[in-house]
């Protein structure tokens, strides 16, 4: 439980940096690197409690990830 607990904030701030990295979000690093590992912790506990997601842990961070980080940013934009 621990390390898949590791792995996906591991994964979650590496999908964080590479999408400020190629332009994808302009959130800055930092707050897209939090936004990212915060959707991983979110789905992680809602897989541990639930017992839905995809097959591997891994690919859960990531998807999770990428949800958190079109979500969080639009729900907080100004009009």
Do not use: D
């Amino acid at each position: 439980m621990f390390p898949t607990l590791i792995g996906t904030v591991v994964i979650a701030g590496i999908v964080g940096y590479v999408s400020e990295k190629t332009g994808w979000t302009r959130n800055g690093i930092l707050q897209s690197i939090i936004i990212c590992i915060g959707g991983a912790f979110l789905f992680y506990f809602v897989r541990l409690m639930f017992g839905f997601g995809f097959s591997s842990p891994g690919m859960n961070a990531i998807v999770s990830s990428i949800g958190a980080l079109i979500i969080v940013p639009f729900h907080w934009r100004r009009r």
